[in-house]
């Protein structure tokens, strides 16, 4: 009975070990990442001056809070940002340029599909995908996929009909045996490379994450408005539904204890330590841009552990870690007020990745949608306290997203 006792304690103990090991190396995560965003401060000081009379619209100014998502089907909300967006002066770094015409760009959209057993939330994927056809794009999408359907299934055809154009979108497939496994994602780079000059923007994402058009719309105004080496990005979430003791609650996955939340011309924004989001959107210049920088199109780059290969070619080669330094791009959330961060939320379809204490799914690292926000905007406001306003780059510890140790245990 003792020589039990010693061992529960033991265990107890190293639970906690690994526990506070792991918050440290967030930590370090978060240190790297401020003196990232510093770094930046004088291009985001230049671009300040540049834009002078602070003429140019950000979407809060342009009233997107007065209209709650969903939008309205007839794209009415989508047609008038896209007319803001457009007018929006041209910025002549690569990284902040936008298509010439928003309202009616050629896009690509690359979809990984390395499971058949998500057929339904791909399918999901699709009809999001097609509204961009439906709203003026000119769309086609490409797959990359190991599960070789044989003949076509109708579903595909059907979920991808535009009644614009009064037909199935364009659509390529690229077929992989199983073996490729992670590196089906490296593909990515040669679809896009093979076709640089036929789009203005591409978009990439893994098979049950529901980017929208409202998403590509909000990553080009951001991307017009933001300064430096900034680029706004999505954060995952995963919606878990209640049961008779327990309520529906939507998970993001957790980002540490330390918050970094970052003050560019007027407007908060929140740095997520783990920049992994299993997509990205990128406009042709910002291609180009990161294949001279990093060599974004190179095939042959693979992650700093293979293991995370995935996780590599759709976030991490971009937005670098400090276990994988990359392109070192920094990510960006819209941090306030909450209704337009929740605009940067993009729905992992499978709701499997990450989830609370308690909550069945592959990783224990998820956070209450409601919770994290609320640590960000303490953060927010501490740094408005101590003067962050003077300052770009703020990083505060949350009492608020500090993880309850005895829930993991």
């Known amino acids: 009975m003792r020589l039990r006792n010693y061992l529960h304690a033991f265990f107890l103990l190293l639970c906690v070990a690994l526990v506070l090991l792991h918050e440290?190396?967030?930590?370090l995560r978060s240190e790297v990442a401020a003196s990232r965003s510093e770094?930046?401060?004088f291009a985001a000081r230049e671009h300040l001056q540049r834009r002078g009379?602070?003429?140019?619209?950000?979407p809060v100014s342009f009233g997107i809070l007065d209209h709650p998502l969903p939008w309205p089907e007839d794209l009415s909300v989508h047609r008038a940002m896209a007319e803001t967006i457009q007018?929006?002066?041209r910025r002549e770094s690569e990284l902040h340029q936008i298509p010439a015409d928003v309202r009616s760009t050629r896009v690509m959209y690359i979809v990984n599909s390395f499971d058949r057993k998500q057929l339904r939330e791909m399918l999901v994927v699709l009809r999001s995908a097609v509204v961009m056809c439906e709203f003026g794009w000119d769309l086609e999408v490409a797959f990359l996929i190991t599960h070789l359907f044989g003949d076509e299934p109708p579903s595909i055809p059907e979920a991808l009909y535009c009644a614009r154009i009064g037909?199935?979108?364009e659509r390529n497939f690229y077929n992989f045996t199983p073996e490729v496994e992670n590196r089906l994602a490296t593909f990515s780079r040669l679809v896009i490379g093979t076709h640089i000059r036929d789009f203005e923007f591409f978009i990439y994402a893994e098979n049950d994450m529901n980017i929208q058009l409202h998403h590509a719309l909000l990553f080009l105004w951001e991307t017009a408005l933001l300064p430096g080496d900034y680029l706004p990005g999505l954060q995952r979430y995963v919606y878990h539904e209640g049961k008779m003791t327990?309520?529906?609650v939507e998970y993001v996955a957790w980002q540490g204890s330390d918050v970094t939340v970052i003050h560019v011309d007027g407007r908060w924004y929140y740095h997520p330590v783990n920049p992994?989001?299993?997509h990205f959107m990128l406009t042709r210049q910002q291609v180009e841009a990161l294949a001279q920088r990093c060599g974004f199109l190179d095939t042959s780059r693979t992650a700093c552990n293979p293991l995370y290969l995935r996780e590599f070619m759709s976030s991490l080669q971009i937005f670098g870690d400090f276990l994988c330094p990359a392109c070192n791009l920094t990510k960006v959330v819209p941090a306030m007020p909450e209704a337009y961060f929740r605009h940067f939320l993009v729905h992992h379809l499978t709701n499997i990745s990450f989830a609370g204490p308690g909550v069945p799914g592959i990783h224990h690292g998820g956070m209450p949608m409601e919770r994290h926000h609320d640590g960000i905007a303490q953060c927010v406001a501490q740094a408005q306290r101590e003067g962050g306003l003077g300052r770009e780059v703020s990083v505060c510890r949350s009492r608020t997203l500090h993880i309850d140790i005895t829930g993991l245990l």
């Open 24 to 27: 440290a190396l967030w930590s």
């Open 39 to 41: 770094a930046a401060s």
């Open 53 to 58: 009379d602070g003429a140019v619209v950000d």
């Open 87 to 89: 007018k929006l002066p």
């Open 167 to 169: 037909r199935t979108v």
């Open 246 to 248: 327990t309520p529906a």
């Open 276 to 278: 992994h989001q299993s």
